[in-house]
């Protein structure tokens, strides 16, 4: 590149040519700072690469504003140089670059620029640096745009994908409000129907908003696959969340059927050419396959919620997906133009995936009290996260696994201090679930200890914890109704909270948390209708020995040998029972 545009041979190239010879070296010079190579400390090769990239830059656009058909190239230095932006981690300055491109683009400008523009705009909005935090509104007021060109041009794919990303952006930002009716349009776009009804609630949305999308965005083009696969994925966390157990099964079994059908085969290296109406091809960088693969374990483990059982499904798809991450000799296929970032951040999802379902074993074993097996997970979690350099980012999940782990262990001091320590190492996060999570945990355990002297400080922050939880959403209401039940005075509103809770959980399938509400609810009619107590108490004794139950039958040795189960559930359900049965055959102890 020197030689050709510095050389002796300078003149020898077109104008055409020598604006591709500066594109290709700042495109070169950028895989060089993305992979970390520049700056003062990078090789002696590498040194004032951004120099020479920003120079590259500049004379690019001076060729494209010179010469008038060359004018619709200097868009793509434009992007260049936001793109040099973001790996100095120059935020704002790189979304006024593309936000001033994007003003002046016009029908000379082709789709694939236009687009290339508005994605790399929308990438920028998202990205978040110290001084600079996403902006989602502005990244979903940028996909409607996209959208809009998209329809006016025909490009149906392209539609698509912005509903897509606008369904991500959806779930990042926190709006669950709206995220269900977007779940059911992406899904509707890409000819995935699951109900009746809810064909008819999104064909009338369709109606009122935009047009439907034609045949050729649901053909089984590599990007149709890909959509369908990020969307599945997406609706089945969405239901997860809000407890609608079937619906999230029904979008699992489809995600699970795309998968066999060898779909990430048709972009192995992470790389899709979409053909569009007019103009070139559009070259997109996707979520890479394996990172697809193994996520999706992940997903259908975090989707099975119930935990009873001998092989419950939940635990057998996260100790798959972990296998599935030790097969080291599954290499990864990148894409010929693909840099040592592209092939590093592969492998930091890859990394976050397996800390991911550690930590979903660890909890399940907790669940299960497979204390053994727990802290091995345990164990082997922050082994993986510190060899990663993920233990920063993982700690708040780590400190809440071991508060859990202490408090099933009845190590309550132990437990007290790991609570607090995961709500403060979580008390910056934009989620905030480890924060309420473990704050949940703390106020549950001082509760049981029964310390009068700070009995009124326990009931203060109960009632806040009460708050938060409703504000959060499904998945901790049932909780919140557990802890309303504790403080409430009278035995009808108790009622009320635990059979509010109880519907919750039964429909979610949480076989773990309504086993406890089903024993708070038997010691509430053990004297007004005992044998509505004895079916919840049985019930409960079924799931307490099922939450632990070994695999092979023959290994559990009922006389004498290894107590499996929930063992505190199941002995206190077992003399509540005895003592009904003896004060109904009027003995006294």
Known sequence: MHSSLGGDGSGALSFEQEMQAYGMQAEIGLKVVSAGLGGADGPRWARGVESEIEEAIGQGTRLCQQIASLKPFRCHFSILRAHLLLTQSQV??????????????????????AYTCYFTYISALLSSASSQTSDYSGALS????????????????????????????????????????????????????????????????????????????????????????????????????????????????????????????????????????????????????????ELAFLVSGVCKRDVVGRKPKRKIFVREGLGVCDEVEKLVTMSLFSGVHEARAV????????????????????????????????????????????????????????????????????????????????????????????RVGEVVLRIGQGDEESEEEVQAVTVQVIKECKVYGAQFEPIAGILEAILAREIIEIKKSLKSALELVTRSLDNHLRALILALMANMYLLTASDHAQMMLKTCQQLASGLGAPEDK????????????????????????????????GRRN
């Open 92 to 113: 704002k300055a790189c979304r006024a670059i593309l936000k001033k491109e994007i003003n002046s683009l016009n029908t000379a400008y082709s789709s694939s620029i």
């Open 142 to 293: 940028a996909l409607e745009r996209v959208q809009s060109i998209a329809h006016s041009r025909g490009d149906t794919q392209i539609s698509t994908l912005a509903l897509s990303i606008r369904l991500q952006v959806l779930m990042r930002a926190g709006l669950w409000d709206i995220v269900g009716e977007t779940c059911e349009l992406a899904e509707a776009s890409l000819g995935m129907m699951f109900e009746d009804q809810d064909r008819q609630r999104v064909d009338a949305a369709a109606d009122e908003s935009e047009p439907t999308p034609s045949s050729s965005s649901t053909d089984p083009t590599p990007l149709f696959l890909y959509m369908k696969i990020h969307v599945l994925m997406l609706s089945i966390l969405y239901h997860t969340r809000t407890s609608s157990s079937k619906s999230a099964s029904l979008r699992l079994t489809a995600l699970h059927d795309i998968l066999d059908s060898d779909a990430l085969e048709s972009f192995p290296s992470g790389v899709l050419q979409v053909t569009l109406t007019a103009g070139p091809d559009f070259c997109l960088n996707v979520t890479h396959p394996r990172i697809l693969y």
């Open 347 to 438: 492998e930091r999802g890859l990394n976050k995936i397996r800390a991911d379902g550690l930590c979903e074993l660890v909890s399940i074993c907790i669940m299960r009290s497979e204390f053994d097996e727990a802290e091995e997970s345990l164990n082997n979690l922050v082994a993986h996260t510190r060899t990663t350099n993920l233990f920063q980012s993982y700690s708040p999940q780590i400190a809440l696994l071991s508060a859990y782990f202490a408090h099933a262990l009845g190590q309550t001091s132990r437990a007290l201090d790991c609570y607090r320590s995961a709500a403060y190492l979580d008390r910056s996060s934009e989620d905030g679930f480890v924060r309420l999570a473990a």
């Open 554 to 585: 023959s290994n559990e040795l009922v006389n004498g040998g290894t107590v499996v189960g929930n063992v505190p559930l199941g002995l206190w359900s077992s003399i509540v029972e005895r003592e009904k049965s003896q004060r109904l055959n």
